[in-house]
């Protein structure tokens, strides 16, 4: 059900207008159709689940999101069988990959991943660097959910380890700010359901995710560093679950 007090039904409306928005600027209307399949198949796979589960289908926000994200990321003009692939990818995995009942991968970021592994898949990030327009949002959303921790400690140490390589070069530690992909960070990063819930277990989280983002990245792997640290990040939340503050 979707009720516009809700922070996922806000978070649609957002990805709506934004996804509006880039395929206006850039003339793209295999990215409207993108938008549609991705969506549409997200929702399908969803209700497919709930029916062999046997509990009453409904459209779920998540999956509507999941969508979203997934059209976003890959962009239009591809293959329009990678926009029905990867959404089943991404809602099986929260299905079928779970612990204590709940799934354990952000659905979109596996299902992006492990397609890139398995297709010739090109991720094209749509937006991702149009700070002006994610930061305000993205920083409503974080507030709203409660990962401001999470958020800082993940631009910390890309600052600290990333910038500090770069001052030690004579450069402008800033120049982090400028290739930071703000899609991934103020919409995937921070997904509530498969990140952690105390204060501690969510600046640990931040800390692995931005550390591995420079670990993947100085190994030369030719998958996508952030939502593969995303990844890595998601199996530690059980544990960082546990992380409380003890006097």
């Excluded at 999956?63 to 990678?82: E, F, K």
């Excluded at 354990?104 to 992006?112: H, K, S, V």
């Amino acid at each position: 059900m979707f009720i516009f007090k809700s922070i996922k039904t806000q978070l649609i409306l957002f990805l709506i207008v934004f996804s509006v928005y880039l395929g206006i600027i850039n003339h793209d209307i295999s990215f409207f159709q993108a938008v549609s399949f991705s969506v549409f198949f997200a929702v399908l796979y969803e209700l497919c689940f709930y029916v062999l589960k046997r509990r009453n289908p409904v459209i779920l926000e998540s999956a509507v999101i999941t969508g979203l994200i997934i059209a976003l990321v890959l962009g239009g003009g591809q293959n329009w069988r990678y926009y029905i692939v990867v959404p089943f990818l991404a809602i099986t995995s929260k299905h079928v990959i779970r612990i204590k009942n709940c799934h354990i991968f952000n659905p979109a970021a596996f299902g992006l991943l492990l397609a890139t592994i398995l297709l010739p898949i090109r991720l094209q990030w749509l937006g991702t660097y149009q700070w002006y327009i994610l930061l305000p949002f993205g920083l409503y959303f974080i507030y709203k959910i409660r990962k401001l921790e999470l958020l800082i400690s993940y631009l910390a140490v890309l600052l600290i380890v990333w910038g500090g390589q770069v001052l030690s070069q004579g450069g402008n530690p800033m120049i982090v700010f400028g290739f930071l992909s703000y899609f991934f960070v103020f919409i995937m990063l921070i997904e509530p359901k498969t990140t952690p819930i105390t204060k501690f277990g969510k600046i640990g989280f931040g800390a692995v995710a931005g550390l591995f983002v420079l670990v993947l990245t100085q190994a030369g792997l030719t998958i996508d560093v952030e939502l593969g640290s995303l990844l890595i990040a998601n199996t530690c939340v059980p544990l960082l679950n546990k992380l409380k503050y003890r006097k």
